[in-house]
């Protein structure tokens, strides 16, 4: 089993709908999670933390599962300029490394 | 935003030259990581950096060597690369575990 899955996609969803990406990881002891979005060519930028009970920030609603080691990524009203590749992490326990999944490639479409 | 910066942003050499890869951060973190990204590929860490020490080193080939000299700045120095060297090489920089930063990178082709 691959440390952190997520569907490669490409998503390619209409401006206005709802998108939801999921995520598993294979280290039961792992401690930290996020989500980060990279557009093309450029950088990797934090998108939000995952909370255990749940977080969300504005469009964007994370949740973390940690019995079924499942992560997800909801995306309600979706936007032109939320066209991207959405990257799960997962970081171990008491460690530095961050471990990153392949990313969704989502495409909104006008 | 200028909090994590990379010098340079694209570099282009041959299998026989030496080259230095820059990254500084302007956040006050403590931490400080190069990865690589290859096409169709997950980032792979290279390195980490904790308060100047190197904490991590994910059997990394002995032609890429890090440099820490602070907690601000960062150093990939480079020689004899392999073509399948060519990637884009990101620098971050953390708060100790906490989420992790990243510069604009550095596209590094190897002719």
């Known amino acids: 089993r691959k440390e952190v899955e997520q569907d490669p996609g490409p998503f390619n969803v209409p401006e206005g709908a709802t998108v939801a990406f999921n995520c598993t990881y294979s280290?039961?002891?792992?401690?930290?999670f996020f989500w980060y979005r990279q557009d093309c060519r450029k950088e990797p930028k934090l998108l939000m933390s995952?909370?255990?009970s749940g977080n969300e920030d504005g469009r964007f609603t994370a949740q973390l599962n940690r019995a079924s080691q499942y992560i997800s990524l909801l995306i309600r009203d979706s936007k032109l300029s939320d066209s991207a590749t959405y990257l799960c992490?997962?970081?171990?326990?008491?460690?530095?490394?961050?471990?990153f999944g392949k990313g969704t490639k989502l495409s909104v479409i006008p | 935003e200028t909090g994590v910066t990379q010098t340079p942003r694209h570099l282009v050499m041959g299998m026989t030259n030496k080259k230095s890869l820059k990254c500084e951060q302007h956040?006050?973190?403590?931490?400080m990581y190069w990865y690589k990204q290859s096409a169709k590929k997950p980032l792979e860490l290279m390195f980490v950096?904790?308060?100047?020490?190197?904490?991590e080193n994910n059997s990394v080939p002995s032609r890429f060597s890090p440099e820490c000299p602070n907690s601000s700045h960062l150093f990939l120095h480079l020689h004899t690369l392999q073509p399948e060297d060519s990637a884009l090489y990101l620098c971050?920089?953390?708060?100790?575990?906490?989420?992790?930063?990243f510069g604009p990178g550095t596209r590094l082709t190897v002719t």
């Open positions: 971050a920089s953390s708060h100790s575990r906490g989420e992790q930063y």
């Open positions: 280290n039961s002891a792992s401690q930290s």
């Open positions: 995952v909370y255990s």
């Open positions: 992490v997962v970081s171990g326990a008491g460690s530095y490394q961050l471990t």
């Open positions: 956040l006050g973190h403590n931490a």
């Open positions: 950096y904790n308060f100047k020490e190197q904490t």
